[in-house]
């Protein structure tokens, strides 16, 4: 068990809905990730918060959004979502950064 | 943009035998954190071991240690004794300022 929780594990939807993907991180980390992975497009990088602030940014679609609360938790937005927005979504946490990150199980996004 | 580069897809071993990983990627960066994940069928992504660019000595984690060689930019696992357990897809990953980037994969199999 990494310490790293996140609800839900499984998703299903339907096109053009929004979902909101949920992550509390490991005790005593402030810096919270956000990936993306599929099966052609692999493991992408899409958003880094530490302790509640926009810390870097990689492939996010507009259509996503992220947020980091002062508990510590993250949520990820996605909306109008496209059958190509299925994947595993993984949220990783780690102390200060740029340390090794802990993953959390993941959620599986179903879009159908 | 760093990319990391793992040139083989598939990879089998047998049991208790040694096998080599390899990993390249392409930084300007002179510090930065390399790492190898490990995701068993469980989707779980696993640290599986840690090296500091500015480190010369190989980090070691029990049966798993890494070749990296800096000016070459290379980063091999090497797993010893493999074990059934070790059956996996394996990534290598790149972290500069927060960004983690991850390499397409090596799916491992590990024959009895």
């Known amino acids: 068990d990494s310490g790293v929780t996140q609800t839900p594990k499984h998703l299903i939807t339907a096109t053009g809905q929004r979902v909101t993907l949920r992550c509390s991180p490991r005790?005593?980390?402030?810096?919270v990730y956000w990936y993306q992975q599929s099966l052609d497009q692999g493991l992408q990088f899409l958003i880094q918060y530490y302790n509640g602030e926009e810390r870097a940014k990689g492939n996010i679609l507009e259509r996503f959004s992220a947020q980091q609360f002062p508990d510590l938790h993250s949520e990820l937005n996605l909306s109008s979502l496209e059958l190509g927005d299925s994947a595993l979504y993984f949220c990783?946490?780690?102390?200060?950064?740029?340390?090794?990150?802990?993953f959390g199980s993941g959620t599986q996004l179903s879009v159908l | 943009a760093q990319t990391v580069t793992q040139s083989q897809p598939e990879m089998s071993v047998q049991e208790a035998e040694t096998v080599t990983l390899s990993c390249t990627y392409d930084?300007?960066?002179?510090?930065?954190?390399l790492f190898w994940y490990k995701q068993p069928p469980s989707r779980q992504m696993i640290l599986v071991i840690r090296?500091?660019?500015?480190?010369?000595q190989n980090a070691t984690e029990n049966r798993f240690s890494v070749n990296f060689q800096k000016a070459a930019k290379s980063f091999s696992l090497k797993i010893s004794d493999s074990q059934l357990g070790d059956t996996a897809m394996y990534f290598c990953?790149?972290?500069?300022?927060?960004?983690?980037?991850f390499g397409a994969g090596t799916r491992l199999t590990v024959k009895p």
């Open positions: 990953a790149f972290m500069k300022q927060r960004a983690m980037r």
């Open positions: 005790s005593g980390d402030l810096s």
């Open positions: 930084t300007s960066e002179n510090n930065y954190y």
């Open positions: 090296q500091e660019a500015y480190k010369q």
């Open positions: 990783a946490s780690s102390e200060d950064g740029n340390e090794k990150l802990f």
